[in-house]
């Protein structure tokens, strides 16, 4: 038997063992940390529903998620023992997935003045459908970005599946008439299950 070792070879065995690794794997406390923001998405969706039920000025939207993104950031960064540095030749996917949502609020500013004519939970509801189908779309494009990272197939799913949801919400609330007043409730709820499950998938071996 030759003991030379083809590094061809070898670079294919290597990427085959790294396409099946998992988010948990590449990445520590990963699933916790997933779910942490289901339960902080959950909190500022209470707080948001608090704030159309009655019917508080529109900023307040701003001071709940941007506050809730800072509080969540040091959270994690606290519970969290080191950050790895997204690679030079890697996208950074949190930067996939906030942008798109970063950018629904300059987006609202740009299309506020043609709003006049809407009611306060119908202007509410649109608002939130573009944030939502926004971010979806972040997610969607971070699940195709984790094939850099050579994230098993199963975990990629977990983001794409959690953007067409996003999407598909962002869609029926200011489509749907009940959700212009109960959009963030429901927001919160389908959000914290999808965490949840997520979790389920991505800590299974």
């Known amino acids: 038997m030759s003991d030379d070792v083809d590094p061809q070879t070898l670079q294919r065995d290597l990427d085959r063992i790294k396409s099946a690794m998992g988010i948990a794997e590449r990445s520590e406390n990963a699933p916790e940390q997933w ?3 289901g ?29 809730l993104v800072a509080v969540g950031g040091t959270v994690v960064g606290y519970y969290t023992d080191t950050f790895e540095p997204t690679p ?26 043609f709003l006049a004519d809407l009611g306060y939970e119908e202007e509410t ?16 494009v971070a699940a195709n970005s984790l094939r850099a990272y050579r994230i098993r197939a199963r975990d990629r799913r977990a983001f794409a599946l959690g953007g067409v949801l996003l999407v598909a919400l962002g ?22 299950a999808y965490a949840v499950a997520s979790y389920g998938v991505l800590t299974r071996t």
């Open 171 to 192: 869609v029926a609330v200011p489509t749907v008439d009940v959700l212009h007043t109960w959009g963030y409730a429901a927001f919160g709820g389908t959000y914290l």
């Open 88 to 113: 030079a030749d890697k996208p950074n996917v949190a930067v996939q997935v906030f942008a798109p949502y970063a950018a629904g609020f300059p987006l609202w500013a740009a299309v506020t003045p």
């Open 35 to 37: 779910l942490l923001f």
């Open 125 to 140: 509801a649109l608002m939130l459908g573009v944030v939502l189908v926004l971010l979806g779309v972040g997610y969607v």
């Open 39 to 67: 339960v902080f998405v959950a909190v500022g969706s209470a707080l948001s529903q608090y704030v159309v039920l009655q019917r508080l000025p529109g900023y307040w939207f701003a001071v709940i998620w941007l506050g």
